[in-house]
């Protein structure tokens, strides 16, 4: 597959030649689902708690007498039946982390490329220029109808990194920090020809 290679200003500066393997799947939807659903779940804090009835804050006096009083017989506050008793079977913090292999996360990753390449919203730049300033960036960024990017480097510049850090809706990663997730959820996928280099070394 063979793209068009532009500048920050829209000027052309080539072609790039992009493997089949990486670019030229078919995407499937069950496979980015579940990197996605994978992804998801690592990232989430688990942190979520409820009181049982041994952490309920109550006396442990027993409430009333055993017998005579015509009503079923308790013993604490605490329990779950009464309101603010504890709560019975409730959340505890846990991980929602699982696994999936090694292989199949990398595929999720070509299959993201492809769907991008698929549908146009791939774009190839020379560089990213390391003296950007933050205004002339977003002048390009307009110009060039980005409204929802995401950029990757093969190594992302420093001053490049801030002067994309306040633009709206514009993000950088490096090469090695490209996922799933991240792809699907902008608009538009730019990878500069260094981070092709980096993620074609990278998925063979």
């Known amino acids: ?4 290679v532009i500048n920050l200003d829209g000027s052309s500066a080539g072609s790039v030649d992009l493997g089949d393997e ?19 779940n690592k990232a989430q804090q688990g942190t979520h708690k409820v009181l049982t009835r041994s952490e309920v ?24 039946i009464f309101r603010k008793g504890g709560i019975y079977k409730g959340p505890t913090p846990r991980s929602h982390a699982h696994d999936l292999p090694k292989k199949f996360r990398k595929l999720g990753l070509k299959h993201a490329l492809s769907a991008k390449a698929k549908e146009g919203s791939l ?13 002339a960036l977003a002048k390009q960024v307009k110009n060039l109808g980005w409204k929802r990017a995401l950029i990757i480097d093969g190594s ?42 980096a993620l074609e070394a990278r998925l063979k």
């Not at 009083?69 to 779950?80: I, M, W, Y």
């Not at 774009?123 to 205004?135: E, F, L, R, Y």
């Not at 090469?175 to 990878?191: E, H, M, P, Q, W």
């Open 22 to 40: 990486i670019f030229g799947l078919e995407p499937r939807a069950d496979i980015l689902h579940r990197v996605v659903r994978w992804q998801r």
């Open 123 to 135: 774009v190839i730049i020379d560089a990213a220029d390391a003296g950007a300033k933050t205004s």
């Open 1 to 4: 597959m063979k793209l068009d």
């Open 57 to 80: 804050s109550y006396s442990t006096k027993k409430i009333y007498r055993q017998k005579g009083t015509g009503g079923a017989r308790h013993g604490s506050r605490k329990a779950p």
């Open 156 to 197: 992302v510049n420093e001053d490049f990194a801030k002067a994309a850090a306040n633009i709206a809706g514009l993000d950088v990663l490096p090469s090695i920090g490209a996922n799933v997730y991240d792809i699907l959820k902008r608009d538009t996928l730019v990878l500069t020809k260094a981070g092709v280099e």
